[in-house]
């Protein structure tokens, strides 16, 4: 199964990392909690995944050639955004995050790539939520 975001994703750019960091901002835990924290990120007309303020994750991304709606938990911590999803509890997928001058967010892959670009519209603007159930909502709280 392919995972669009936060999962494996294919890089878009590749970058060297002393050049990259000349260019962009590394964004801290604080900056990445006030940047996520109730906002939509949105990724290639590939996924939408709303940032809920007590920290639950909603993602709506294609996968095998269909969109799929998943349920999860975010966090900002060590500089970095991390995900857990309740399909997949052994792994936690963190992230570095960079704000470049224009204010375009990239996500930071492990092998100094970019490994997406992403835009932040405030809220819920996909009304993910309302596709969610307060079952699985209270999972994906029980896994923070």
Not at 31 to 57: C, L, S, W, Y
Request: net charge neutral.
């Amino acid at each position: 199964m392919t995972r669009m975001f936060p999962l494996a994703l294919a890089a878009i750019a590749t970058l060297s990392a002393p050049a990259f960091a000349q260019e962009n901002k590394q964004l801290n835990t604080n900056e990445i909690q006030a940047t996520f924290a109730n906002r939509t990120a949105t990724a290639d007309d590939q996924m939408v995944e709303f940032h809920a303020p007590d920290g639950v994750a909603i993602i709506r991304s294609r996968e095998d050639g269909k969109m799929v709606v998943r349920v999860g938990t975010w966090k900002a911590k060590s500089n970095t955004v991390c995900y857990k999803y309740t399909d997949d509890l052994e792994n936690e997928y963190c992230w570095r995050v960079y704000r470049m001058a224009d204010g375009v967010h990239f996500l930071w892959g492990t092998e100094n790539q970019i490994i997406v670009e992403i835009g932040f519209r405030d809220g819920d603007s996909s009304k993910l939520e309302r596709r969610v159930s307060p079952e699985a909502r209270a999972q994906a709280l029980s896994i923070r």
